[in-house]
């Protein structure tokens, strides 16, 4: 399908307009695999986005606003990662609206580490907002912001195959942000998701993933990366031994439950994580901090982010992040 007739197709989807037998049979034509077009990830994600209800947040915010997501589904087991990494992202100035979810098939979702770190999650969409205004940083349930996912979801969950929904989560964001580091679970979709991310609007963003099936940068492998910057998409890979990280099997960044993570997380911010944990963070928070246009490239953003720790700054900038989201 072209772009305007996948369009036409999703609109229906999310307006209802299909029973439950069309809506299946519908999601199984979009089942997810090589043959899946840009055209028909970016239609869908343009129109589940204007379906959502969006952050209330001014134009400036959201144009400066970063997301750092991933789209699961890696089977890896690892800690959470870009939970990690927003954090620490924000400490070093970036702006994170960020999108996600509790645990589908991990141990432990974004949403279920925040709030084992004590970080309030039960805000109004107006509160989510004025969390990201005083604080630099909120995060965004995907199921308040989309009502339409509580008809699709019942459908789309009695199929066994991976569908276009197993993607369109990470460009969908309520704030509507133009800058983003996505991680996806193949690298087939490395390329596709940047165009999509470009014809929607996206004015900075760097889609990842490493070569044994990580949804992040990885320091066990090499990464391959689509990075969309001034309109133009430039593909090539990343090596983290390059950076003088050392390489690691993959069982090292493995983590467990939302409290296990939370620990790692507390970990990496007192200087007291394993190499391969602090390092996987560190080369992913240069990497969004490069996207966001504080750094130059990723060596300048693993200075900049070694310093937000030494300094204490991650530290402060979660301990506001807290008080501030309790306070609301």
């Not at 339409?148 to 991976?162: D, H, L, T, W």
Request: aromatic letters at 6%.
């Amino acid at each position: 399908m072209t772009y305007q007739e996948s369009k036409i197709q999703f609109e229906r989807l999310f307006a209802h307009e299909m029973s439950d037998a069309l809506m299946r049979e519908f999601l199984i034509d979009m089942t997810l695999d090589k043959h899946t077009s840009v055209e028909s990830i970016a239609a869908a994600a343009e129109v589940m986005r204007s379906h959502a209800l969006a952050l209330p947040i001014s134009k400036e915010l959201s144009e400066k606003s970063l997301d750092i997501v991933g789209t699961g589904g890696d089977k890896i087991g690892s800690f959470n990662i870009s939970s990690t990494v927003a954090l620490l992202s924000s400490a070093c100035g970036s702006s994170v609206a960020k999108h996600g979810s509790r645990s589908v098939t991990s141990k432990s979702g974004s949403a279920d580490m925040f709030e084992s770190l004590g970080v309030r999650l039960d805000l109004s969409i107006a509160q989510s907002a004025k969390l990201l205004e005083e604080s630099g940083f909120c995060f965004m349930f995907a199921a308040n912001h989309h009502p339409a996912m509580s008809f699709i979801m019942p459908v789309r969950k009695s199929i066994p195959e991976k569908t276009i929904f197993n993607i369109l989560g990470p460009l969908t964001n309520p704030a509507g942000v133009k800058k983003s580091l996505l991680g996806v679970f193949d690298k087939d979709f490395i390329s596709k998701m940047a165009e999509a991310l470009k014809i929607n609007g996206a004015q900075s963003a760097l889609v990842v993933s490493s070569r044994e099936g990580l949804d992040e940068i990885s320091i066990s492998d090499i990464t391959y990366a689509s990075l969309l910057k001034d309109g133009i998409i430039r593909e090539f890979e990343i090596d983290a031994q390059e950076y003088g990280i050392r390489k690691v099997p993959l069982k090292a960044i493995v983590g467990g439950d939302a409290q296990q993570n939370a620990q790692i997380l507390h970990n990496i911010f007192n200087s007291t994580a394993t190499d391969a944990q602090r390092d996987i963070v560190m080369i992913n928070t240069a990497s969004a901090l490069m996207v966001d246009g504080l750094v130059r490239d990723i060596q300048d953003g693993l200075e900049m982010a070694d310093e937000a720790i030494r300094s204490g700054k991650a530290k402060e900038k979660l301990e506001k992040i807290i008080e501030i989201s309790n306070k609301i």
